[in-house]
C-alpha cells in the first residue's frame, strides 16, 4: 500500500514534461559534500575576500529558516526564487509540453502568467470573473481542456485587489487534477488565511507568495513558491543554481528579522487603504471605488484620461488599468505614506485635508519591546498591557505559538514574539529564550507597579484543572507541581514548560506558583497558560480611577 507521501510523489511525477522527469541536475561539488570545509578549491572563484568574491549558496537555508518560523511553514515546503517571476516560468517550464498544452487563467489578473505561458509557448485560455470580480469555481472548470495542465488564480486578485471565495478555490483543488497555482502576493494585506497550509492535502497546489510587496524588498527579487517537497526538490533541481545573490540573500534575512516593522508598515498601509477608499468615493471625479483586501485600490473614473494626466502633471503615477477585462475607466492606484496620500487626493479635488492618521499608540499604554540576541536564538518581543489585539506569534515551535497566543488572548494584551533559534538542536533555548525575552519585557511595560500584587486564577479545561499564583511584589520564588503523562506535546517536551515558566518568573521577578493535574497532557498545559494569562490580567488591569496603581480586586 502507498502512503500518501509516495502517492503525492507519484502523482507529481505522472504531471511533470516527461524530459524534466529525467533530468540530472547540474550540482555543485558544495552540495555533494557534507562536512564543513575549511578551504575553497573547488569553484575557480577568487579566493580574495571582498564580501561576495563565493558563489552564493543554491538553498538558501538562512532565509528559508526564517520565512519557515514566519509563515509556519515547513523549510522543506519553500521554494525561494529571483522574484515570483522565476517559479512562474517554472511552472510552466515543469508542467507543461510546449506547443501542445494550455493553461487557464481568471480574467483580469496580472499580466505575467501570459507573458510566461506565450513564452514557453502554452496556450492561454482566458475564464472571466463574475461583474463583481468574484471567482465561480464551476464556470471556471467548465474552460478546462484535455491539455490543460495549469490554472493560475490569484488572491487578493491584481488588479481587482478582492480576496477570491476560499471555498471556490477548494473547488477547484477537489476537482482538477493538475498544477494549480495560487498567487498570494498580497496576502499579507488581507487578513485571510495562506492557503500554504493546504500544500500537503492538496499535491497539485502551489501558493506563490513575495517579499516584494509587504515585506518591502521589491529591489531585491526575491519571490517564494511554497509547494508539496516533491514540486520544490524539482523546482531546485531544475532552476539556475545560483538564482539568489549573496548580497540579496543577507540583505533579505536581515530584514526579515525585525518583522514588527514589517507587520506595523502593514497595518499603516491598510489604515490609509481604508481611509481614501472612503474619501475616494466622495469625490465627483469617482465613478466606482472597488473593495480591496490588497494594497492598492482600483478606482473608476468619469474621464480617467483627464484624471491620469491631471496626476502625472503633478508628478504622480499610477496605473492605467481601463484595457483589463471589466476595468473599463479604471486607474488602480497603490497606497502610499500618509502624505503622498493626500498628495493625490488633493489633486483629485479633496478640500478637507485632514491628518486622520491614528496609528500611533497612545503615549500612556504601557508598551515595551524588547530583543535578545545570543549564539542559538535572536528573539523580539512586544507588548501593550493596555490594548489587546489579536497577537502574532512565530516561533517555529507550532503547540509553543500556540500556547504563547494563550497569553495574549486570556490576559487581554498585545503580545508578539518572534523567535529565530537553533531548532535543528532541539526545542531548549527557542523556549528559554522567549521566556527570558518576555518576562523582561513584562516586567519593563509594568513599569512602577506600586502597591500590592498579588493575584491568582485557577480554572477548569475539560477533565484537567489549572491554578495560578502571580505575586509581582518583587520577590522572585517559583513552584511547579504538575505532573504529565508524555515526553512531549505537540512539537514541544514537556519537560521544557517548568523552565519555561522558572525563567519567566525570574526575569518578571515575580512569585509564581502553578500547580495542575488532570489525564491530558495538552489540556493541562493549556489550562496552565490560560490560568497564568488571566492572573496576568488581573495583575496589569489599571484601577479605574485612572492612575497606573494595580487595582486590588482580585488579589486574594
Ligand atoms: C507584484 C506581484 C508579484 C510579485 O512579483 P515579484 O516578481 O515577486 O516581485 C507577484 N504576483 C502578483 C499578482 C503581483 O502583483
Not at 241 to 260: G, K, W
Not at 371 to 381: A, D, Y
Amino acid at each position: 500500500m502507498m502512503n500518501s507521501e509516495n502517492r503525492n510523489a507519484a502523482a507529481i511525477r505522472a504531471l511533470l514534461r516527461e524530459n524534466i522527469r529525467n533530468i540530472v541536475p547540474y550540482s555543485t561539488a558544495r552540495d555533494d559534500c557534507k562536512a564543513r570545509m575549511e578551504i575553497y578549491l573547488d569553484a575557480n572563484e577568487s579566493p580574495f575576500d571582498n564580501g561576495v568574491n563565493r558563489y552564493p549558496s543554491p538553498h538558501q537555508p538562512e532565509l528559508k529558516k526564517r520565512l519557515s518560523v514566519l509563515k509556519g511553514i515547513r523549510e522543506e515546503n519553500i521554494f525561494l526564487g529571483n522574484g515570483s517571476d522565476e517559479p512562474i516560468d517554472l511552472v510552466f517550464r515543469l508542467f507543461c509540453p510546449p506547443g501542445e498544452s494550455s493553461m487557464v487563467q481568471i480574467t483580469p489578473t496580472y499580466g505575467m502568467y501570459r507573458v510566461a505561458a506565450e513564452i514557453n509557448d502554452v496556450e492561454v485560455i482566458d475564464s472571466p470573473l463574475g461583474p463583481d470580480f468574484s471567482l465561480d469555481a464551476s464556470s471556471l472548470l467548465g474552460k478546462i481542456r484535455e491539455d490543460t495542465k495549469v490554472i493560475f488564480l490569484c488572491s487578493p486578485n491584481n488588479p481587482s485587489g478582492n480576496l477570491l471565495d476560499r471555498d471556490e478555490i477548494l473547488k477547484i483543488l477537489d476537482n482538477f487534477g493538475g498544477i494549480t497555482v495560487v498567487d498570494e502576493a498580497y496576502i499579507d494585506f488581507s487578513g485571510a488565511e495562506s492557503l500554504a497550509g493546504l500544500v500537503e492535502k492538496y499535491p497539485g497546489l502551489i501558493v506563490l507568495q513575495t517579499l516584494s510587496k509587504a515585506w518591502g524588498m521589491a529591489g531585491l527579487r526575491i519571490g517564494m513558491a511554497v509547494a508539496d517537497r516533491n514540486i520544490v526538490d524539482i523546482m531546485s533541481r531544475i532552476k539556475y543554481p545560483y538564482n539568489i545573490s549573496v548580497p540579496d540573500q543577507t540583505r533579505a534575512a536581515e530584514l526579515l528579522s525585525d518583522p514588527f516593522r514589517t507587520m506595523d508598515r502593514v497595518a499603516l498601509l491598510v489604515k490609509e487603504r481604508e481611509r481614501m477608499s472612503r474619501i475616494l468615493g466622495t469625490l465627483p471625479c469617482v465613478d466606482k471605488v472597488w473593495h480591496s483586501d490588497a494594497n492598492f485600490l482600483l478606482v473608476k473614473f468619469f474621464r480617467k484620461d483627464d484624471v491620469f494626466s491631471d496626476l502625472a502633471e503633478h508628478g504622480i503615477i499610477v496605473r492605467d488599468r481601463s484595457s483589463a477585462h471589466n476595468c473599463e475607466g479604471c486607474l488602480r492606484i497603490t497606497v502610499g505614506t500618509p502624505e503622498e496620500n493626500d498628495r493625490l487626493l488633493s489633486v483629485l479635488g479633496w478640500e478637507n485635508p485632514e491628518t486622520s492618521y491614528t496609528g500611533v499608540p497612545d503615549t500612556a499604554d504601557r508598551t515595551a519591546s524588547c530583543s535578545r540576541k545570543t549564539g542559538e536564538t535572536s528573539v523580539i518581543v512586544r507588548v501593550n498591557l493596555d490594548r489587546f489585539r489579536r497577537p502574532e506569534i512565530a516561533t517555529g515551535l507550532h503547540f509553543f505559538d500556540h500556547m504563547l497566543e494563550q497569553i495574549g488572548f486570556h490576559a487581554g494584551i498585545t503580545l508578539d514574539v518572534v523567535c529565530f533559534g537553533d531548532l535543528e538542536t532541539d526545542d531548549h533555548h527557542t523556549i528559554e529564550d522567549v521566556a527570558i525575552a518576555l518576562g523582561e519585557c513584562f516586567y519593563s511595560a509594568l513599569g512602577d507597579k506600586a502597591g500590592i500584587g498579588r493575584y491568582g486564577f485557577s480554572l477548569p479545561m475539560d477533565e484537567a484543572e489549572a491554578a495560578v499564583l502571580l505575586d509581582l511584589g518583587g520577590r522572585t520564588d517559583f513552584r511547579w507541581d504538575v505532573t504529565f503523562a508524555g515526553d512531549r506535546t505537540g512539537d514541544v517536551s514537556t519537560q521544557m514548560f517548568p523552565h519555561f515558566f522558572k525563567s519567566l518568573a525570574e526575569h518578571l521577578k515575580c512569585n509564581l506558583h502553578i500547580r495542575a493535574s488532570g489525564e491530558n497532557d495538552h489540556h493541562i498545559i493549556e489550562g496552565v497558560f490560560k490560568a497564568f494569562a488571566r492572573a496576568l490580567r488581573q495583575a496589569v488591569e489599571r484601577s479605574t480611577s485612572g492612575t497606573s496603581v494595580p487595582s486590588s480586586k482580585g488579589s486574594l
